[in-house]
């Protein structure tokens, strides 16, 4: 094999700095100039879009019929597909991670699945921006911003359809003279910033706010954040290139760059067409085909492409693309330059030259590792980085060998990284290969991640090559096995049902042999369900083992009684909910409570209670209808008792518990019930005639017949409140304890006196007492008079809860219960107490 | 009382403070004190952090400042997450509570954090609607809606129908568990058992799955799930779907090796423990004092009375009730004496009291004796743990006497007898004349009820007669408006009358899982009954079964070895905790309780999960539906009994007898207008 040039032949120095410009691939397209198209890249190496320039085209007179049409390249220049575009003319194409975004100037936006140019979503900004139409638009990774005709900005964010919002009012009254964004993860907030020139000042606006950065070099025609998001640079109308801190708060460099535009002849230049970093080194300016690199210090680098160059900035250098090549541009990483440079004493270097004295079996081979033993482990690592920064597979190799070799004389040595490295080299010359054609740097890979990496390639219907990356890195198999189906559905011809059978078979071959669990057969289903092959459609859903996945495509399907009992079977009450609100606002009622009678399909029964409880909350009309048609009549008649808990006025209330009592007479069993409905209906309208007979001095509605009668004694109308216990048959006990309560509570102590000598009490004497004592203030006074009628063996107990310790010791006397005695002694609390129950005490022992 | 007594009027001067006192909090915070129980439990804290972060998370999200409108369901939850006030550092510039009325809103930015409720929705879309009509100065407004825990169709619906759907951002806060405790984790969700039991919407039992996985991303999988119920095969049924569904977050779970089993008692098996008055510390603050979200509502005069109010949550949110108690929080971290306390029976609380009482007086009393400038610096440093102590000990004092009063009425001893005599099973009729009584004094409806309840429950139902008696005088007693509440008793075979065609296992029970102990010491346990004094939680005796099956076929042979244990004498060693051997040798007894009884194990491990192969694993017990503080007593007392196994207490919620009936039944009727 041919060893191929060394490293340092693609290098160059700027300002003391190695760049190097390699050249990736020659184009296999074929187009003749590229600035009669209007161009988008994708980072991280993707693809290119590109449309013909209509206004340019007009100029040239090429003009081309029909609709026109978006080609997407490879880096390298292969067709990947083909869209027709037939809206008004686009002003952005941008690549998103799954597809391709264009942006139409009339405000209506298409996302594009590049692996079916027919299948795309279509979203708009509204009646609004459709009239004032948009004037410019920039994306990043996550969204996009538009200006609009009326100089307003606003945000979209995500890439499903969500809603515009309006950034701060720009206040601006002319078209900036440019714009740029700053992505959410390199702003100082957190969240999008928009950078505008206008007048000879810069604007910073948020959502929020506005703020005028007070320059006043401009107008810029470009403004440009550098990829780790620290430095603007900014180039006036005059050729100056203007490099701040992203605050504005530092000046960086200064370079002034009218002259570097032009030919030998001095011809062009001016304000350069094209404007991008090269990494956060350098600045890359663009006329036509002259594309010069400017170092801080004004130095610079010039290349000329004929007729044509395209600068796609990336993370960590510069793709250049021409009409016959890709290439790309880039300081030299540090390992690489470790190794490589020349007179380089870097311990790496001498470990990659001990390599080759060892092949050639010099002794300096060892002499050189004797000599760097101590930094071996930083000369392993370092041709371990330094490998994934070429793209020769012979240096890969070469480097890789080199740490293998100093590894030998480690007595340490963690492989993890050397492995690593391996691997993903493995997957990075794979997908640079040139039908592939992703010319993705180390550092890229690494900022993106190896899923972005998967979705590019199935995106590309690289599904296998994929799959094998996937496997390889011990990712999860199911994007890509998802998106394989979905493509195999697709772009499947027949429309047989063993057509079908022959899908589906393979479908789930594939994905029992390669998947794990968790490849969700709902989706393939819904997309099979879009693509008009319901049969195929209904065959995948069956084996899709969440029953949650199943429901949105079984309503589509308009299944919708499986639809409902795969959402119960979930066990998610949202689930049924989201079908049951579906099919109440896409049926007639009646047809509606049919399919829900759970004597007809008692499985369905959750679905009907949770019905109930939405409705109860949400829709009472339902709900009485429900339960009239269903013949619920206790249900129907507890519904009236809670709306007559809730309604404030009187009759209301009155009418709701009639039709309660109704309800519950209409049920054999609920005759008690009925019952109960009637007697609160009657309280009710007792009370309320007896409000009206008092002239309403007192209220007694929604008095229980309890408190009724306590309120009718304490206000002393005890007539009618005997009337109310005779015409309630309020028992004895309750009776006395209610009047007792009363009439304590009116502190009518004579009352209490004459009432407990009325008759003798159902509920003994022992509440007289108690209860007094339980007042706040307790009346111990009162309450022991009451003592002597109660049960003797009560009373010593009774006595001292009322402070008599004499009188209890006396009671304890009189039924001689010496030991009630004694324990009386002990606990009596000094002073007279004591004295009394001693002196009873001393009397006994006489 | 003695330990009163300590306090109000010590016989010596308390010092003058030497040290500035501690920050103010409105929680006793003594970090000192009684040690940690030796052996580890899981480090539940992460569940915390975890529920904190996306809270911040969420709100980072909303750019520029906020006006945080807040339900106020959630604020004693998010209470226990992170305090209210530093969400400021979010940009929340003002909170209000969510309720009807326009909004006085001067931010960019309107955040309501509620739950997914129905009414809520239409609340915020009359706000929005409002504030549309007049546009603010400040331009067009921002408005999000953060759902806890989901983000639902049916609020989508609603919002949707009101209009206002496309003007507002709807996002979700996954609040699962908060950890109260150490050992106990609550969803702090209400109603869960009406919502289950009584309408059939399982809503809560979904929520319950998510986080039980979510705990299962966080300490792994459960090697095996036992349980009882209809409500606990659901959810049994949905972890396992959760888990084999191949949902990519759970894809990787591996078999824990902290945790030995999930046992999901399901509250529909057990409705007569949460019918009995609690008696333990705490049980009884629940009952008789309220405690909500961990936090009890107290006298200022209780809590100490020199420093600064500092109301939860956050000073800013006018207060919800005009009321002058301050809301404290109940925490065992934080508050050593509550920690030893709070699991006591009652009985026992005011000794305890005032043995402490008698010490800190003591060591206050040091201060005499003090010989050397190196004595003197040891006691001050001493001094401010013992002024956090003095405080919480005048707390407890102070919530005991009021507790003691309660205890002291004639109303209490009834309704403690009745109860007693009804769960074992004496004279029935002789209690039904009690409840009758009870019903006449008029002590609190649920009171009465509860024992109602119990009767039926025990007792196969109430022969007709009397029920109807019961339920014409109830009904009179306290309202017609209960009569719903009545029906719904009966639909949930709760007030049933007598023969009825449910089963009813209870007497069977009784015996067969030993559920009436009557030689119990209140003072040194030796069985879980002492929690209500002789009658063991039937809920925690399932645990048994599979945990501790020895102890419920005898009385515990160990009493000695664990009064030993305690004194710290002639330190016996505890017996080791059995491995988890499934319902094996109660089958029978499981089976005559109605529902399904579970037993899966998840995923078969390499090696046989050997409990003596670990130093110390945990079984996780899950209420669903609630459980009461003397079920959380029960549990702790239990992990002290064995070595090898520490309970980990999670539910849906706390309960007592009280707020589970009150949840039956509609709410209280309102005012009217004449």
């Known amino acids: 094999m041919a060893v191929p040039p060394i490293p340092t032949s693609t290098w160059d120095t700027l300002e003391n700095v190695f760049y190097r410009k390699e050249e990736v691939y020659t184009m296999s397209w074929d187009i003749s100039d590229l600035s009669d198209y209007l161009i988008a890249a994708a980072k991280n190496g993707g693809a290119i879009a590109m449309m013909r320039d209509e206004r340019k085209v007009m100029l040239l007179g090429k003009h081309s019929s029909g609709r026109p049409k978006i080609y997407v390249y490879t880096s390298s220049g292969v067709l990947i597909t083909t869209l027709t575009w037939d809206l008004s003319p686009p002003i952005l194409l941008h690549f998103t991670s799954e597809g391709l975004l264009v942006l139409s100037d009339e405000g209506t936006y298409r996302l594009y699945d590049l692996s079916d140019p027919r299948s795309f979503n279509q979203y708009t900004f509204g009646s609004e921006v459709n009239e004032q139409g948009l004037v410019s638009a920039k994306g990043y990774e996550d969204g996009l911003v538009v200006l609009t005709g009326s100089l307003q900005f606003m945000e979209v964010r995500g890439w499903k359809g969500g809603r515009a919002s309006p950034m701060a009012s720009s206040g601006l009254s002319e078209p900036p003279h440019s714009w740029a964004l700053v992505p959410p993860d390199q702003s100082a907030s957190g969240h999008i910033e928009i950078l505008v020139s206008t007048g000879s000042t810069v604007i910073t606006l948020d959502a929020l706010e506005r703020i005028d950065q007070r320059v006043s070099r401009g107008p810029f025609s470009h403004i440009l954040l550098s990829p780790n998001g620290h430095f603007l640079a900014l180039i006036t109308a005059t050729g100056l290139l203007w490099v701040v801190s992203a605050d504005f708060g530092r000046n960086y460099s200064e370079v002034d760059i009218s002259g570097f535009g032009g030919d030998h002849e001095g011809e062009g230049g001016g304000v350069p067409e094209n404007a991008q970093w090269c990494g956060d080194n350098a600045v890359v300016l663009g006329w036509a085909g002259r594309v010069v690199v400017v170092s801080p210090h004004g130095e610079t680098l010039e290349y000329t492409y004929f007729p044509s160059a395209f600068l796609v900035g990336e993370l960590d250098g510069l793709r250049i693309i021409s009409t016959t090549n890709c290439e790309f541009l880039q300081k030299v990483p540090d390992p690489t330059l470790a190794v490589f440079k020349p007179g380089s004493s870097h311990p790496a270097a001498i470990l990659y030259d001990a390599l080759d004295h060892f092949d050639k079996k010099s002794p300096k081979a060892d002499e050189s590792i004797r000599s760097i033993r101590a930094d071996l482990p930083s000369a392993v690592d370092t041709c ?463 | 009382m003695a330990a009163s007594q300590a306090i109000a009027g010590p016989s010596r001067p308390i010092p003058a403070r030497l040290n500035p006192p501690p920050a103010p909090s409105t929680s006793g915070d003594s970090e000192s004190t009684a040690a940690q129980p030796v052996e580890k439990g899981l480090e539940v804290g992460v569940l915390k952090e975890l529920a904190r972060e996306a809270l911040i998370e969420s709100l980072n999200d909303i750019q520029g400042a906020k006006t945080l409108i807040l339900d106020p369901a959630l604020a004693g939850p998010l209470g226990l997450i992170t305090e209210i006030t530093l969400l400021k550092h979010q940009a929340v510039d003002k909170l209000f509570w969510l309720e009807p009325g326009p909004l006085s809103v001067s931010t960019r930015n309107v955040v309501w954090l509620c739950r997914p409720k129905l009414s809520h929705m239409r609340t915020i879309a009359e706000q929005i609607r409002s504030q549309q009509s007049s546009p603010a100065a400040a331009g067009p407004l921002v408005y999000t809606i953060l759902l806890v825990p989901r983000a639902t169709e049916l609020c989508r619906k609603v919002l949707e129908d009101e209009g206002v759907a496309g003007d507002i951002n709807i996002s979700e806060f996954r609040m699962e568990f908060v950890p109260l405790e150490e050992d106990l984790l609550s969803m702090e969700m209400e109603d869960v058992a009406r919502d289950i039991f009584l309408n059939g919407d399982d809503t809560p039992i979904f929520y319950s799955s998510l986080a039980l996985m979510t705990f299962q991303r966080a300490f792994g999988l459960f090697p095996r799930i036992l349980g009882k119920g209809d409500g606990a095969r659901k959810l049994s049924d949905l972890l396992q779907r959760h888990y084999t569904a191949g949902d990519a977050q759970y894809a990787e779970l591996e078999t824990s090796d902290q945790v030995d089993s999930l046992i999901i008692l399901d509250r529909s098996v057990d409705w007569v423990t949460p019918m009995c008055t609690q008696l333990t510390y705490e049980g009884m603050l629940d009952e008789y004092v309220g405690i909500r979200n961990g936090h009890i509502e107290v006298d200022p005069a209780l809590l100490e009375t020199d420093k600064s109010p500092a109301p939860t949550p956050g000073s800013t949110l006018p207060p919800a009730q005009p009321t002058k108690k301050r809301k404290h929080h109940l925490s065992g971290q934080k508050d050593k004496l509550l920690a030893d306390i709070r699991d006591l029976n009652f009985a026992i609380v005011g000794s305890r009291l005032s043995k402490l009482a008698r010490r800190l007086e003591g060591d206050y009393g040091g201060v005499k004796n003090l010989k050397s400038v190196s004595e003197m610096k040891q006691f001050v440093g001493k001094i401010s743990g013992l002024q956090s102590e003095q405080q919480n000990l005048r707390l407890h004092t102070g919530l005991t006497e009021q507790l003691m009063a309660i205890t002291k009425t004639d109303e209490f001893d009834r309704s403690l007898e009745a109860q007693q005599n009804i769960v074992a099973g004496y004279d029935t009729t002789a209690q039904l004349v009690t409840i009758d009584d009870l019903l006449s004094r008029q002590i609190p409806w649920a009171s009465v009820l509860r024992i109602a309840v119990l009767l039926s429950l025990t007792n196969g139902g109430i022969k007709p007669k009397p029920l109807e008696a019961f339920k014409r005088d109830f009904l009179q007693v306290y309202g017609y408006h209960h009569l719903p509440l009545l029906v719904s008793l009966e639909s949930l075979n709760l007030l049933v009358k007598s023969p009825t065609s449910a089963p009813h296992p209870f007497p069977a029970l009784r015996k067969s899982l030993r559920l009436v102990v009557d030689d119990i010491d209140d003072a040194a346990p030796n069985d879980i009954s002492y929690v209500y004094s002789g009658y063991a939680p039937l809920s925690v005796r399932l645990v048994q079964c599979v945990t501790q099956k020895n102890t419920i076929l005898s009385t515990a042979a160990s009493v000695g070895d664990i009064n030993e244990e305690r004194d710290g004498r002639g330190r016996k060693t505890l017996p080791r905790a059995h491995p988890i051997l499934g319902w094996r040798g109660f089958e029978d007894v499981l089976a005559s309780i109605p529902g399904p009884t579970v037993d899966v194990r998840q995923k078969v491990s390499a090696g046989r999960h050997d409990i003596n192969g670990i130093d110390s694993t945990t079984t996780v017990v899950f209420f669903l539906g609630g459980c009461t503080y003397t079920e959380i007593a029960a549990l702790r007392w239990m992990s002290k009994q064995t070595k090898g196994r520490r309970f980990l207490i999670a539910t849906t919620g706390i309960i007592n007898g009280t707020t589970l009936l009150e949840s039956f039944g509609d709410k209280p009727p309102v005012a009217l207008h004449t």
């Not at chain 1, 009710?684 to 007979?693: D, M, P, Q, T, V």
């Open chain 1, 384 to 846: 371990i980085e330094a490998a994934g920064r070429e793209t020769e597979v012979y240096y890969q190799r070469r480097l890789l060998k080199a740490a293998q070799f100093g590894r030998a004389f480690m007595d340490l040595f963690n492989p993890t990284d050397f492995v690593s490295m391996g691997q993903t080299l493995k997957v990075l010359n794979a997908v640079r290969y040139f039908e592939i054609g992703i010319p993705i740097t180390y550092e890229q890979y690494m900022a993106s991640s190896p899923s972005f990496l998967i979705s590019q390639l199935v995106s590309r219907n690289h599904h296998l090559l994929a799959l094998r990356v996937s496997q390889h890195l011990g990712l999860r198999p199911d994007p890509v096995l998802k998106h394989w189906a979905s493509a195999k559905i697709a772009r499947a011809r027949g429309q047989d049902a063993t057509e079908d059978e022959v899908i589906c078979g393979a479908i789930v071959d594939k994905f029992e042999k390669e998947g794990e669990k968790g490849v969700s057969y709902a989706e393939i289903a819904k997309k099979s369900f879009e693509l008009g092959r319901i049969k195929l459609a209904t065959m995948l859903l069956d084996h899709e083992p969440r029953a949650a996945q199943q429901v949105p495509l079984l309503l589509q399907m308009k299944e919708v009684k499986i639809a409902l009992t795969k959402a119960i079977d979930s066990g998610d009450t949202d689930l049924v909910y989201h079908v049951l609100l579906h099919l109440r606002s896409s049926m007639s009622p009646g047809d509606f409570f049919h399919l829900l009678d759970d004597s007809i399909s008692p499985n369905l029964s959750p679905a009907v209670r949770l019905l109930q409880v939405y409705a109860r909350q949400g829709d009472r009309q339902l709900l009485r209808d429900f339960y009239y048609q269903d013949d619920r009549r206790t249900e129907s008649a507890c519904l009236e008792m809670e709306e007559a808990g809730s309604e404030s006025d009187p009759d209301k209330r009155v009418e709701h518990l009639r039709q309660a009592a109704k309800y519950f007479g209409e049920s054999k069993d609920r005759i008690f019930e009925s019952k109960m409905t009637d007697d609160a209906h009657r309280l009710l309208s007792l009370e309320l005639s007896l409000e009206r007979e008092m002239d309403h001095k007192f209220q007694f509605t929604g008095l229980s017949v309890n408190d009724l009668i306590s309120r009718l004694l304490v206000e002393g109308l005890s007539k009618r409140a005997e009337r109310v216990r005779a015409d309630w048959k309020v028992s004895d006990k309750r009776w006395w304890w209610i009047k007792i309560k009363a009439l304590a509570q009116n502190k009518d102590w004579d009352g209490l006196e004459v009432f407990a000598k009325s008759k003798k009490s159902p509920i003994g004497y022992e509440p007289f007492v108690t209860h007094l004592l339980s007042l706040t203030p307790p009346q111990p006074t009162h309450a022991v008079s009451f003592v002597p009628r109660c049960d003797p063996k009560n009373r010593t107990d009774l006595y001292v809860r009322c402070g008599e310790w004499g009188k209890a010791a006396e009671s304890a006397k009189e039924r001689g219960d010496r030991a009630k005695l004694e324990q009386l002694r002990r606990s009596a609390p000094n002073g007279i107490a004591q004295r009394e129950v001693d002196e009873v005490v001393k009397r006994m022992t006489k």
